[in-house]
Every structure is written in C-alpha cells, then in structure tokens.
C-alpha cells in the first residue's frame, strides 16, 4: 500500500498498520485474502487464493467469489464482516461484539467517510458506494460466481443488492470507517468492463419489481416529464457521435440508480435490536 502525508511522504506502511490496528481495537480478528501473486508486508494471518483479476485489473485483485468463499469457510456459520484493507475503523463502539449478534437474515453495510490527512475524525462521505458490509454466513451460501472483483467498481453495488434480493433486511448505518484520499483513481476501461459485467448480472438476478423497474429507466432512459429535457435526449440520442457514448451514460446512470434505490430501501428500516451505534 502507498500513501502519502500532507508533505508527500510516503506513509503507506504506518497507515496500513493503523488500520489494522483499528480492526482489532474494535474487537475484530481479521484475516487477509490475497492473491498467491501478491506480495504482501502485514503480520495478519494471509489465506491465498489461486486465481486473480489482473487481466481485468492490471493488478492481482481477489475475485469476489473467492472472498465470499473464504468469508463462509472462516466465519464457522457466524456473522461476518468484510472491508478494504485501506480503511480505518471509527473507535466508538466495539463493533465486533455488535456485528456477532447480527442473526440470519440481517446485513448491515455503510459508506466511508474520505479525510485529506491522518489523524483526522471529521471529513466527507463518499457518495457513489459502500465500504463496510457484515452480514451471517447462512446468508451468502451458496452465491455463484458474479465476476465482480473485490475492492474494484460495481462489486460495493451488487452485493447488498444481491443480499436485498436474497430476502434479507439491509440496513445502512452511519458511516463507521474513514479512508485517506489518494490519487489513484480507476481507469476508464476498468469501469465500464466491470459495469457490464454488473449490468449482465443484475439482469438476470434482478426479481424485485421496484428496483426492475428503476433499472431499466436507467438503462432506457425513459421519459423524466420534464419536456425539454426529454425532447433534447430524444433529439440528441439521433446523432452518431451522441449514440457512441450512449453505453457510458447508461452506465452511469445505472450507477446512480443504485445508490438511490439503496439508501431508500435501507433507510426505512432499523434492527429490531438495538445492536448498532
């Protein structure tokens, strides 16, 4: 992991250890999912994996499968949970102790919150995903292969739609993690790859009416009633270079859907128990 300070230090290696540390402050014992191709510095217990995304990626990334895989096998039939190795946990609860009471049926997941140094407590909500999830291990049984990568686009998206669509209660909680912005960034390619992947998956998982139906909007674009916005679309969609981009909107636009459709089904509910805080 590189990351660098206010000065443009390097700092990676500090910065990972306090997440670590921060895991298992909060009561967690975690375990690190790599790729058998991935070099790796930390002391937490490392579980390999045979196979990797750096086709997809560029960079030995975990399939989401084969985490889920181990998720089930080291959870023994118990609560789990899962997260990016860059984030630190917030110190206001022993979370841990809380997740372990989630019961069959429940799957808690939150945003990160970004800070521009470390140290700092107070900072951003990231917008466009989810970085905390924790749910039972009965719950992600018997899952297949979705193609999605851990810890690249649409992955965040897809599993507590997947969990929602399963028949589990998701709730959104505050966010419980900060995460120090970096610059890397994903590249083009990379996102719309795995955006079809997820757009190919959700069409033939996707059972719920309500979010079919906010899905295909998405991807049809259909009409807003707003008048002019829907006569400019319909007459701009007409010209070539505006129907080369057509795929890239449609994902975006999926993309949003998504977030939307999730922080109001999550919104609505609260654990019956009062195990979160």
């Not at 560029?58 to 080291?74: C, I, N, Q, T, Y």
């Not at 841990?96 to 800070?115: M, T, Y």
């Not at 007409?238 to 795929?247: I, M």
């Not at 459709?261 to 919104?267: A, G």
Request: overall charge positive.
């Amino acid at each position: 992991m590189s990351r660098l300070d206010a000065q443009g230090n390097e700092i990676g290696e500090a910065y990972q250890l306090a997440c670590i540390e921060s895991w298992q402050r909060a009561g967690f014992e975690p375990v690190s999912v790599n790729s058998m191709n991935e070099a790796f510095r930390h002391t937490l217990r490392m579980i390999p994996v045979s196979r990797d995304a750096s086709a997809i990626t560029g960079r030995p990334h975990v399939f989401f499968a084969d985490l889920l895989a181990v998720a089930s096998k080291e959870a023994h039939g118990q609560p789990f949970a899962i997260m990016n190795a860059d984030l630190i946990l917030t110190p206001t609860v022993a979370r841990a102790a809380r997740v372990a009471q989630l019961r069959p049926g429940e799957f808690i997941f939150s945003r990160r919150i970004d800070i521009d140094q470390p140290g700092q407590t107070d900072g951003t909500p990231y917008s466009y995903g989810y970085d905390f999830f924790a749910g039972h291990a009965d719950d992600i049984s018997g899952l297949s292969d979705t193609g999605m990568v851990f810890g690249a686009p649409w992955w965040d998206h897809l599993f507590p739609l997947l969990m929602y669509m399963r028949g589990c209660c998701i709730y959104q909680t505050e966010p419980v993690a900060l995460h120090l912005k970096h610059t890397e960034r994903w590249s083009w390619p990379v996102l719309i790859a795995l955006g079809q992947r997820f757009r190919s998956e959700i069409e033939t998982r996707a059972g719920d009416k309500k979010y079919r139906s906010r899905f295909e909007d998405a991807v049809k674009r259909r009409r807003t009633g707003r008048l002019l916005s829907d006569l400019t679309y319909n007459l701009w969609k007409r010209l070539p270079k505006y129907a080369a981009g057509e795929p890239d909107r449609i994902l975006n636009r999926v993309a949003a859907a998504n977030v939307s459709f999730l922080d109001e089904i999550s919104r609505s509910g609260t654990l019956s128990r009062a195990i979160w805080g």
